[in-house]
């Protein structure tokens, strides 16, 4: 069984500062990884991809990834209230479909 | 922008009612897919097609069936509803074959069955 594993949360931050989201897949084998964003009541909006080792930045949004750990992580800077919201990550371990994670619930507390 | 449309936003059945939930999208995908989410549990594939008139059984088929007729729709049909199909349903597609370039997701379907 394929998993992709992310704490829960709740992750509560203040205004304005980083948000650091984490997530770790099993299979060896993956090769393209997501970060979906959904707020509540909706549904999930791509919001970054990577598909190589090391950092990728898009705005106040940097993704990580570290395939000999098989870790992949999400960094929001200057985090506002409006980024409260559930993050999901999602892997591509070959093929067709992904596998998501359970999704992180983020707070940014005003 | 990539519209991923679902034919219902809330949906009430009764129990040993068969339904369908028709997704549809307008850019020409080839690959379509039916997840559904639970609190706890999160996104499950329960099908997915690469083309018209083919599909693969995703990690939860059992109890749901799908028809893609044409490219642009695909529908997730419960036999027989029951109450543990109590969930949210969500439909995504996407163009690469490998999945590169992610899912656009429709904006869900909370299917209550009573």
């Known amino acids: 069984q394929k998993e992709v594993e992310q704490n829960s949360g709740p992750l509560s931050v203040p205004e304005g500062a980083i948000a650091s989201l984490n997530c770790t897949y099993s299979?060896?084998?993956?090769?393209?990884f997501f970060w979906y964003r959904q707020y509540s009541g909706k549904s999930p909006e791509l919001i970054m991809s990577i598909y190589s080792n090391g950092d990728k930045e898009d705005g106040r949004f940097t993704a990580q990834l570290n395939k000999a750990s098989q870790y992949v992580s999400l960094l929001i800077r200057d985090s506002q209230p409006s980024d409260s919201a559930t993050y999901l990550c999602?892997?591509?371990?070959?093929?067709?479909?992904?596998?998501f994670g359970p999704g992180t619930r983020l707070s940014v507390l005003p | 922008d990539v519209k991923v449309t679902q034919s219902s936003r809330y949906l009430v059945k009764r129990t040993g009612e068969k339904v369908f939930l028709e997704c549809v999208q307008d850019?020409?995908?080839?690959?379509m897919f039916w997840y559904r989410q639970d609190p706890g549990l999160g996104l499950r594939l329960i099908y997915f097609?690469?083309?018209?008139?083919m599909k693969e059984k995703g990690d939860i088929p059992e109890g749901y069936s799908v028809s893609r007729e044409k490219k642009e729709r695909f529908s997730l049909i419960l036999e027989s509803a029951s109450t543990n199909q109590t969930s949210m349903y969500l439909c995504?597609?996407?163009?690469?074959?490998w999945g590169g370039g992610g899912y656009t997701f429709g904006s869900g379907t909370r299917l209550t069955v009573v």
């Open positions: 999602a892997v591509n371990p070959g093929g067709q479909n992904f596998v």
């Open positions: 097609s690469y083309d018209v008139k």
């Open positions: 299979d060896r084998g993956s090769q393209s």
């Open positions: 995504a597609s996407s163009s690469s074959p």
């Open positions: 850019m020409d995908h080839e690959n």
